[in-house]
């Protein structure tokens, strides 16, 4: 499955879409990229040289995700598990640089 939630309620199947760039990133609790959805744009966040693998934290997009998964990211602040940002403790929450609209509302509730 290869969507990315860009409201509370929406959800966008990227199969068949060529502007659907998230197919084709995988996730990192220590990503290089975000998710501006007010563009459906990716963004660094960091310097990423030629040959660098682009990822986005997929809780940043996800406030709950309907197929949780093992992270295998590997990076030193990795959550174990990749359920939603609805799942993550409140020092994984600040870690993360950025987080959708919709999902920071979410977590308000």
Request: hydrophobic content about 30%; glycine content about 6%.
């Amino acid at each position: 499955m290869h969507t990315i939630a860009t409201s509370a309620s929406t959800n966008v199947d990227g199969v068949g879409k060529s502007d659907a760039i998230w197919i084709y990133m995988n996730h990192s609790c220590t990503p290089n990229a975000y998710v501006d959805l007010s563009a459906m744009e990716f963004k660094c966040m960091n310097k990423v040289e030629s040959g660098d693998e682009l990822t986005f934290n997929y809780c940043t997009t996800e406030y709950t995700m309907s197929c949780p998964f093992t992270c295998i990211c590997g990076t030193q602040s990795c959550s174990g598990q990749v359920q939603g940002f609805k799942h993550l403790n409140d020092i994984q929450r600040k870690e993360i640089r950025y987080v959708s609209e919709h999902v920071a509302e979410m977590a308000k509730a």
